[in-house]
T-cell receptor
């Protein structure tokens, strides 16, 4: 059974800093991994999807990496802005057609 | 944005009453999911569907039932609501096979 962990639960950084959010998973036969953003009281917005055959995926200031052998994924945010403040969630299935299992998220605060 | 609509968006109901939440999609995706999100627990899978009339249980399915009579609609029913079912409920859709998942805006349910 896939288990996903995100540490730390909360993070506060000054504006402009580059930062890394961590995600670990237990089943290394991971099919893919998806990063989401959630603003307070809102739904989840998909940020990046990394397939098991990929090492990383980029979208704007966001870069996600996947290391199956170590059971880790990281989300790198460059030049952070106050608008990046949100909760970031990672999720993974055990196989292609099984539902996503979520970590509990990292709540990011970017201070102006 | 993916075409997912959840209704109602907010509901207050009394203990012991039946409640039905609706998820409607316009993307013709095969897979649909119901999750609940609670502080300290994160997102947990309730039930999911992999086709019309094809459903399966998730991690926290007790007290819930689902139905999918059309590709576009996935209903979640609380047969007899309890205070422990007070939560935010999210619907998600996916094409399956490791494709990206998309979430609705959520339904906030309060059982008093």
């Amino acid at each position: 059974k896939q288990e996903v962990t995100q540490i730390p639960a909360a993070l506060s950084v000054p504006e402009g800093e580059n930062l890394v959010l961590n995600c670990s998973f237990t089943d290394s036969a991971i099919y893919n991994l998806q990063w989401f953003r959630q603003d307070p009281g809102k739904g989840l917005t998909s940020l990046l999807l990394i397939q098991s055959s990929q090492r990383e995926q980029t979208s704007g200031r966001l870069n996600a990496s996947l290391d199956k052998s170590s059971g880790r994924s990281t989300l790198y945010i460059a030049a952070s802005q106050p608008g990046d403040s949100a909760t970031y969630l990672c999720a993974a299935p055990s196989s292609g057609n099984t539902p996503l299992v979520f970590g509990k998220g990292t709540r990011l605060s970017v201070i102006a | 944005d993916a075409g997912i609509t959840q209704s109602p968006r907010h509901k207050v109901t009394e203990t012991g009453t039946p409640v039905t939440l609706r998820c409607h999609q316009t993307e013709n995706h095969r897979y649909m999911y119901w999750y609940r999100q609670d502080p300290g627990h994160g997102l947990r899978l309730i039930h999911y569907s992999y086709g019309v009339k094809d459903t399966d249980k998730g991690e926290v399915s007790d007290g819930y039932s689902v139905s999918r009579s059309k590709t576009e609609d996935f209903l979640l029913t609380l047969e007899s609501a309890t205070s422990s079912q007070t939560s935010v409920y999210f619907c998600a859709i996916s094409e399956g096979g490791g494709a990206e998942a998309f979430f609705g805006q959520g339904t906030r349910l309060t059982v008093v």
